[in-house]
């Protein structure tokens, strides 16, 4: 299983963008309210990513090594 980072690298430069770039609301939606929680998303995402790629690649290393040499 292969991990990909671009989604929440995505996540948290939009979020900074909307949270630090831009000053307007839309329907009374405060964009920096949106914008913080689209950052946090994206982090909790990430750490969420690397820990799976890290429980994986403990799992894929023990099947893929030979046994050690009988003597």
Known sequence: ???SLGGPMF???VGAILYW???FEL???DMNTVGLIVM???VVTLV???ATAAVNKKDRDRV???PP???
Do not use: L
């Open 1 to 3: 299983m292969y991990v």
């Open 11 to 13: 996540m948290i430069v």
């Open 21 to 23: 770039a831009t000053g």
């Open 27 to 29: 329907a009374s939606i």
């Open 40 to 42: 946090i998303a994206g």
């Open 48 to 50: 969420f990513s690397i």
């Open 64 to 66: 893929d090594r030979p």
């Open 69 to 71: 040499p009988r003597y």
